[in-house]
């Protein structure tokens, strides 16, 4: 991501021009809220038209310092009933791969899990889940192609509380925020798993993708309005020179990302570490 030293070079040698700064934050999707506060700090600080480029890199490291949470809460699992996870976003942001990654990630923890194709919608998804349990080596809870995807998620916790299975992941279809028959099906998946247990899911996330920029922001917006998340897991962190927008979705709507992939292995997802994050941003 690295878009401070980006800013490093391009300020490099020569007076801070306040309009191009902004416009540089803003690109680098920090939010236009975040943005602005950066660039109040330091026109407040005295002999501000000496500072240099090191001044304004500390400054917005600073800030996003403060922003991000130390420690993202992390995924605990409920006892003596399953663990709910509703995995939610919009079409193409590598939803179903994080699922199946999410649930290698518990498992290397000790965990069972169990996975539900809730994405009746496209036949494809069905089976690349279904392929991804098997390579995982879980149940995997399925029905034909257009069944209705809350009865499937009900049928799927009835299932994984038998079986006292720790973790169902449901995967649920890609859906564009802005349409809102779409949303109101999510909301009637969480409804019918609360008639199994008021508690469920406990948890709620959004896959967002890093290279999409200020448009994860709505997404998480809309998706949170409608659902109450409980963090993202964002895909294509490693590069895009989009990864500005975790701050600001973390600033806008206190939405902490809980998890991160950088590729398509198993491998490549891990749980957000600030201080990595930080780090890499020099």
């Known amino acids: 991501m690295r878009f401070l030293q980006s800013l490093a070079k391009q300020f490099a040698g020569k007076p801070i021009d306040w309009d191009e700064l902004e416009?540089?934050?803003?690109?680098?999707?920090?939010?236009?809220?975040?943005?602005?506060?950066?660039?109040?700090?330091?026109?407040?600080?005295?002999a501000w038209a000496l500072l240099g480029i090191s001044d304004v890199v500390k400054a917005v490291r600073e800030k996003i310092a403060r922003i991000l949470p130390r420690d993202p809460a992390p995924i605990?699992?409920?006892?003596?009933?399953?663990?709910?996870?509703?995995?939610v976003g919009v079409n193409g942001?590598?939803?179903?791969?994080?699922?199946?990654?999410?649930?290698?990630?518990?498992?290397?923890?000790?965990?069972?899990?169990?996975?539900?194709?809730a994405d009746t919608f496209r036949a494809a998804a069905i089976e690349q889940l279904d392929i991804w349990a098997k390579r995982l080596g879980v149940e995997i809870v399925?029905?034909?192609?257009g069944a209705d995807p809350a009865a499937?998620?009900?049928?799927?916790?009835?299932?994984?509380?038998?079986?006292?299975?720790?973790?169902?992941l449901c995967d649920t279809a890609g859906r564009q925020h802005t349409k809102a028959n779409l949303m109101a099906q999510l909301q009637k998946i969480k409804?019918?798993?609360?008639?199994?247990?008021?508690?469920?899911?406990?948890?709620?996330?959004?896959?967002?993708?890093?290279?999409?920029g200020s448009n994860a922001l709505s997404q998480a917006r809309?998706?949170?309005?409608?659902?109450?998340?409980?963090?993202?897991?964002v895909t294509k962190l490693d590069g895009s020179g989009k990864g500005g927008i975790v701050v600001a979705i973390q600033d806008e709507l206190g939405i902490p990302t809980r998890f991160v992939g950088t590729g398509e292995k198993f491998d490549?997802?891990?749980?957000?570490?600030?201080k990595t994050y930080l780090e890499n941003l020099l």
């Open 23 to 46: 416009e540089t934050l803003i690109r680098a999707d920090l939010g236009v809220p975040m943005t602005m506060r950066i660039i109040k700090t330091l026109q407040e600080r005295e």
């Open 191 to 212: 409804r019918t798993l609360g008639k199994l247990d008021a508690d469920t899911p406990q948890e709620t996330l959004l896959v967002v993708d890093a290279s999409t």
């Open 268 to 274: 490549d997802f891990a749980v957000f570490d600030r």
């Open 152 to 168: 499937l998620c009900y049928e799927a916790y009835q299932a994984a509380a038998s079986q006292k299975v720790d973790f169902l």
């Open 76 to 87: 605990r699992g409920a006892k003596g009933k399953p663990t709910v996870i509703l995995i």
């Open 93 to 117: 942001t590598g939803k179903t791969t994080s699922t199946a990654k999410l649930t290698h990630n518990l498992m290397g923890a000790g965990h069972s899990a169990m996975l539900a194709a």
């Open 222 to 233: 809309e998706f949170h309005n409608a659902l109450g998340l409980t963090g993202l897991m």
């Open 142 to 145: 399925r029905a034909q192609h």
